[in-house]
C-alpha cells in the first residue's frame, strides 16, 4: 500500500499542474507579469478646411489627429504654409503672410523656430523693404542684405553686419543718387570708412552721421586732395592741413572765421614755405 501510494502521489500532482494552467487561458507572460501590447498602425488622412479651436483652419496631413508633413494654416492673424511636426506651432520651412497689426501684409520666408526667422531666410515688409540672410529671434543678426524704395523710384541699399535689427559691424551702403561707402557701421554710418560721390571725389578717415567729421582725407575730381580735420563734411576752420593743389604739394590754412583755404607749397620742412612743420605765413600764394 505504501508503495502504491509514493507512485501515485506524484502523477495527481503533475495533472493538477496542467488542469490549473489550462484554466488559466495557457497565456505566455512577459518577465514583468504584462501581457505585450499589440502594434498599432498610426491613422494618416488629408483634411480640408479643418477647423481647430484656438488656431483656425487647417488643410493638409493629419496624423493621430495632428498635422504633420506640409500644410496650410489659417489663423486671425497669419497665414502660414509650409512644414509641421505633430503641433500647430510653426516649426519648420515654409511661409507666413501676416494679416493684422502692424506687420499686415509683410510675408516671411525660410525656417521658422515657434513662428520666428530662425537661420537664412527672407522678409517683404509692407513698406516695401526687404531683408534677405541671417535671422535670429525674426531679427536680422549676422551677414545680410537690405533694400528700402526711395520716392523717386530708386533704391537704397546695405549689405553687412547686423545686430538684433540695427547696422552694426563693417558693411556697405549704396544711395540710389549715386554716392556709395564702405566701412563701419553704428546703427548708421559711424565710425571709419570711405565715401563716394558720383563726380569723383571720395573722402577717407571718420564719419559721423554720414559725414565727415574728425581726421581725414578728401579727395577732389582731379587729383586735388586736403588731409586733416573735417567738421561737418568741411575741412574744420582755423586748423592746418596738409594736401595738393594743381599738381603742388603743400599746407594748407583753414581761416578761422571765412573757412577760406590758404595754399602754401614745399613739402620739405626749411625749404619752400614750410617753417617748424607750419606754413610760413610770408610765403602765402
Known amino acids: 500500500m505504501r508503495k502504491f501510494t509514493k507512485l501515485l502521489l506524484p502523477s495527481l500532482l503533475a495533472i493538477a499542474c496542467v488542469l490549473s494552467f489550462a484554466a488559466c487561458g495557457g497565456k505566455e507572460e512577459t518577465p514583468s507579469g504584462d501581457p505585450t501590447p499589440p502594434a498599432t498602425t498610426p491613422v ?17 496631413e493629419l496624423t493621430d ?15 502660414y504654409e509650409g512644414t509641421f511636426s505633430g503641433a500647430f506651432e510653426i516649426t519648420g520651412e515654409g511661409k507666413i503672410t501676416y494679416t493684422s497689426g502692424e506687420a499686415d501684409g509683410d510675408v516671411s520666408k525660410g525656417t521658422f523656430v515657434r513662428g520666428k526667422l530662425e537661420g537664412y ?6 513698406t516695401g523693404c526687404v531683408g534677405i540672410g541671417e535671422w535670429k529671434n525674426d531679427l536680422l543678426n549676422g551677414k545680410a542684405y537690405f533694400c528700402w524704395p526711395q520716392g523717386n523710384g530708386g533704391w537704397d541699399w546695405y549689405y553687412g553686419d547686423w545686430e538684433n535689427m540695427v547696422r552694426k559691424g563693417t558693411g556697405m551702403y549704396q544711395f540710389n543718387n549715386g554716392c556709395w561707402y564702405t ?13 563716394y560721390w558720383p563726380g569723383g571725389d571720395w ?16 579727395h577732389f575730381n582731379g587729383g586735388n586732395y586736403w588731409t586733416g580735420e573735417f567738421d561737418n563734411e568741411v575741412p574744420k576752420k582755423g586748423t592746418y592741413g596738409y594736401g595738393q593743389m594743381d599738381g603742388k604739394e603743400g599746407y594748407i590754412f583753414v581761416d578761422a572765421t571765412s573757412g577760406a583755404w590758404s595754399w ?22
Do not use: S
Not at 203 to 214: C, F, H, I
Not at 265 to 282: I, K, L, R, S, Y
Open 183 to 195: 566701412g563701419e557701421f553704428n546703427d548708421w554710418i559711424n565710425g571709419t570708412g570711405k565715401f
Open 264 to 285: 602754401y607749397t614745399g613739402d620739405v620742412e626749411g625749404v619752400g614755405h614750410v617753417t617748424g612743420g607750419q606754413p610760413d605765413a610770408a610765403a602765402a600764394d
Open 121 to 126: 531666410g527672407v522678409k517683404e515688409f509692407h
Open 203 to 218: 573722402y577717407e578717415g571718420e564719419l559721423v552721421g554720414g559725414k565727415a567729421q574728425g581726421h581725414g582725407t578728401k
Open 44 to 60: 494618416v488622412e488629408q483634411v480640408t478646411d479643418k477647423e481647430f479651436t484656438g488656431w483656425g483652419t487647417y488643410t493638409g
Open 65 to 79: 489627429g495632428k498635422p504633420t508633413g506640409t500644410g496650410k494654416l489659417v489663423t486671425a492673424d497669419y497665414t
